[in-house]
């Protein structure tokens, strides 16, 4: 019984991860992930340039290892940063 039950166990994780991975692939997930990277990167070159001006002794920090500190601040950045509609810019072109 103890076997079988692993076996079916295994075979449920196993169905699981399948799952994920085909809702990622459709998702676009990888692309997106990408982009979010590239942004944070961007936004951390920044706000480390930002912090030097302001601060002349201050040391910057690498964007990586991403650490919770900075996940947060990004996250923190986008949330409140002014947000650009794509039908507005749109009808601006």
């Not at 079916?8 to 997930?29: I, S």
Request: proline residues 3%; hydrophobic residues 40%.
């Amino acid at each position: 019984m103890e076997r079988s039950l692993a076996v079916l166990d295994e075979t449920a994780h196993q169905v699981r991860m399948q799952t994920t991975a085909q809702e990622r692939a459709d998702k676009g997930t990888a692309d997106a992930y990408s982009r979010r990277v590239r942004d944070y990167v961007m936004w951390w070159d920044s706000y480390q340039q930002h912090c030097h001006e302001h601060d002349p002794v201050w040391t910057v920090v690498p964007a990586f290892p991403v650490t919770a500190v900075k996940a947060a601040l990004f996250v923190n950045s986008e949330t409140m940063r002014e947000k650009v509609s794509l039908l507005v810019h749109s009808q601006a072109l």
